[in-house]
Antibody, heavy 121, light 107 residues
Framework: QVQLVQSGAEVKKPGASVKVSCKASGYTFTSYDINWVRQATGQGLEWMGWMNPNSGNTGYAQKFQGRVTMTRNTSISTAYMELSSLRSEDTAVYYC??????????????WGQGTLVTVSS | DIQMTQSPSSVSASVGDRVTITCRASQGISSWLAWYQQKPGKAPKLLIYAASSLQSGVPSRFSGSGSGTDFTLTISSLQPEDFATYYCQQANSFRWTFGQGTKVEIK
């Protein structure tokens, strides 16, 4: 069965960087995009960006341009999301989600369990 | 970016009730819309894609409709496990966006 398993919770100081991993299993890793979505406590879902694991191509939400980097290691079917220059407003649960194109639309059909990133001095 | 607006923000309902949630896009998105369910402390789960197609394994009491800018999610007979927050997502235009969510609470 398809699974996305993320790395554990992180606590970072303002100005630092965090790198979250997302290990895929149960399907061919290079056949589907990996997206990252975050959710601050009590808030809604915010899409951060996308990566094609086959090509390594990426696309980021304008809000995160210059601060986020999405990479992958195909040999271990793992995607990574690194966010730099952290501030308190980045405290959130970060999810990876598999992206799938269906009849012209683009949907997130499987999600990781989430990784809590806390930014605090 | 396309803005998605859901209403209501929350709804109180009883088991067995019919519940309808609406989602409006700031511009036309054809039928490229998804609905997700999220329970506290859990990741979102895809319920419906392409506005009205049920994801595999999702109970048939969930249905979706709409096209263009206006969409609805209907739960025909609310079950205890359906109390959750529901999000719409536009699937039409890169830089995917979500609605702000609708919380379905027990009356």
């Amino acid at each position: 069965q398809v699974q996305l398993v993320q790395s554990g919770a992180e606590v970072k100081k303002p100005g630092a960087s965090v790198k979250v991993s997302c290990k895929a299993s149960g399907y061919t890793f290079t056949s589907y995009d990996i997206n990252w979505v975050r959710q601050a406590t009590g808030q809604g879902l915010e899409w951060m960006g996308w990566m094609n694991p086959n090509s390594g191509n990426t696309g980021y939400a304008q809000k995160f341009q210059g601060r986020v980097t999405m990479t992958r290691n195909t040999s271990i079917s793992t995607a990574y999301m690194e966010l730099s220059s952290l501030r308190s407003e980045d405290t959130a649960v970060y999810y990876c989600a598999r992206g799938r194109s269906v009849r012209g639309g683009y949907y997130f059909d499987y999600w990781g369990q989430g990784t809590l990133v806390t930014v605090s001095s | 970016d396309i803005q998605m607006t859901q209403s209501p923000s929350s709804v109180s309902a009883s088991v067995g009730d019919r519940v309808t949630i609406t989602c409006r896009a700031s511009q036309g998105i054809s039928s490229w819309l998804a609905w997700y369910q999220q329970k506290p402390g859990k990741a979102p789960k895809l319920l419906i894609y392409a506005a009205s197609s049920l994801q595999s394994g999702v109970p048939s009491r969930f249905s979706g409709s709409g096209s263009g800018t206006d969409f609805t999610l209907t739960i025909s007979s609310l079950q205890p496990e359906d109390f959750a927050t529901y999000y719409c997502q536009q699937a039409n235009s890169f830089r995917w966006t979500f609605g702000q969510g609708t919380k379905v609470e027990i009356k």
